[in-house]
Structure formats: structure tokens, C-alpha cells
């Protein structure tokens, strides 16, 4: 009997150190908030339901850059033509625009801060993921109510100078913009089954480039900064379709420059198919 008591014992103790270590591998936080040394790219459209070509050419070129470059490029759809397109999120559109390089037309792109054609961007997007990033960033995001909550770090890995400033996108996927869409969704050149994706719909700032996270003129490498915010949703966002995207930026010294603000770097969570 005692033989048994004693296998018995063993056999419960080396249960409970399996657990224990299980315990162990699940303390770590589930959400690790640091950023990685890691550079991604951007891609900006300006796009349009009442523009036939946004809904061809534009649409299948920002998919594919999507798809091709999936976690390693941020995407923005910033719609114009307001109030023809009821996805125009002004405080966006009004700041990007007015402070990227224009012209052209749309839909317009811009990688990183050049306004490139459509055909001709994936070497501009391999220029930028060569980067050796100054900084980076990670968050996490939940909606409670009618808010997108975001809490995230920004690290910088070098000693840098200058403005930083921050921005998180409130964008929403899959909106229905096929022939019997409602009106200012409808997109012209828009085939059956065609979707609106990475919309924003609103950012944490009056500018489309955020607030300023820096302190003081010169930022020390290894600098860390937490930033939290809360953003609104309207009722007629589907919750489920909504993430965030953030990019870091930097103001442009030259007041002169049609770039006002320069690209730094950019995270988000999507997997782009």
C-alpha cells in the first residue's frame, strides 16, 4: 500500500510541476507592446467612388501592393470628393493632401513621401524597407462602446533630432462598393462583389500626421515613449471591420518643402491575402 501511496505521490507531483510550467510559459504578456527593430513602408491612395479609374487601375494595384508586401507595409485609403463620397474623413484628407506632393490626379499614390505612378511602385517600397529605422512602434487595440481604445510604445534606435509626431488610423474594411451599393459608396469602375478597404475613418488628431510624442530637441537612442488614445466610432461603422494602423513621423525642417512631414516608420496586424 505504501509502494502505491508512493507512486501515487510521484505521479501527482510530476503533474503539478507540468503545470506549473505550462503556468510559466503562458505568464508572459500576451500582448508585447515593444516595438521591433523592424522597417516597414508606407502606401497612401487618394481615392474616390465617382473616379472610374480608382475603381480598376487604382484598386488592383493598391491589393496587389498589399498582397505583395504583406507585414511589412502600412496602407491608407484617404477618399476626396466630398460630399459625392460619403467615406471622406475631412480632418484626413484636408492635412494629407495638403501636405504630400499633389498633381495628377487621382487616384494618387504615394510611397514613403514620393507621388509615384501605380505600375511603378514596388521599387520604391524596396528603398524604404532598407531602411535602418529610426524608430518603430507596437499597440494594441480594443473597441468598448462606441471607442477604438489604443496603447502603445514608440522606441527610437537612434539618437535623433527634430519633431516626431504620431498617428493612428481608424480604417474600416470590407464596405460594400458594387453596383447596388447606397449612394456615396457606389464605386464608379467597380466591378460586382468590389470592397472598400483600409478606409480611414478617423485618426486621433485634427492632422492626418497626429501629435507630437518628442520632448525636447535631440531624442537619445533608446528613448521610450507610451501614448495612449481613444477614438470615436460612428454608428453606421461595422466594429467588426475596423483596426488600426499607425505611423510615425517626422515635421519636415525645411518650411519650404511640399512634404511637410517626412515618413519614419509604420505598424499594424494585418496579414494582407
Known amino acids: 500500500m505504501k509502494k502505491i501511496n508512493l507512486i501515487l505521490s510521484v505521479f501527482l507531483f510530476l503533474i503539478v510541476l507540468s503545470c506549473k510550467k505550462d503556468e510559466q510559459s503562458v505568464v508572459l504578456p500576451v500582448d508585447d507592446l515593444t ?3 523592424k522597417q516597414w513602408a508606407f502606401m497612401g491612395e487618394v481615392t474616390a467612388t465617382d473616379c472610374g479609374i480608382c475603381g480598376y487601375d487604382g484598386y488592383n494595384n493598391f491589393n496587389l501592393m ?13 477618399h476626396c470628393n466630398y460630399p459625392t463620397d460619403s467615406m471622406v474623413c475631412y480632418n484626413m484628407y484636408s492635412t ?27 521599387p520604391y517600397i524596396d528603398t524604404l524597407i532598407k531602411r535602418s529605422p529610426e524608430a518603430q512602434l507596437k499597440f494594441t487595440s480594443k473597441i468598448e462602446g462606441n471607442k477604438m481604445n489604443v496603447t502603445s510604445k514608440i522606441k527610437f534606435f537612434k ?6 509626431y504620431v498617428s ?29 478597404n ?3 475613418r478617423a485618426l486621433n488628431s485634427t492632422s492626418a500626421y497626429g501629435v507630437k510624442i518628442t520632448t525636447a530637441t535631440s531624442t537619445p537612442l533608446n ?14 461603422w461595422v466594429k467588426s471591420n475596423l483596426f488600426v494602423t ?12 511640399v512634404c511637410k512631414f517626412l515618413f519614419v516608420n509604420g505598424w499594424d496586424a494585418q496579414v494582407y491575402h
Open 35 to 37: 516595438p521591433e527593430l
Open 66 to 78: 498589399k498582397k505583395n508586401n504583406s507585414s511589412r507595409i502600412v496602407a491608407l485609403a484617404v
Open 96 to 122: 494629407y493632401c495638403n501636405s504630400r506632393p499633389t498633381g495628377g490626379g487621382i487616384p494618387s499614390f504615394h510611397i514613403g513621401d514620393i507621388k509615384t505612378g501605380y505600375s511603378v511602385m514596388q
Open 159 to 164: 539618437n535623433v533630432t527634430g519633431d516626431y
Open 168 to 196: 493612428y488610423y481608424l480604417c474600416e474594411n470590407g464596405i460594400d462598393g458594387g453596383p447596388t451599393a447606397t449612394v456615396g459608396y457606389k464605386q464608379s469602375g467597380g466591378s460586382s462583389g468590389y470592397k472598400h
Open 198 to 200: 483600409n478606409v480611414v
Open 223 to 236: 528613448t521610450m515613449y507610451d501614448y495612449s488614445c481613444s477614438i470615436d466610432i460612428a454608428p453606421n
Open 246 to 257: 499607425a505611423v510615425i513621423w517626422k515635421k519636415n525642417p525645411d518650411n519650404a518643402a
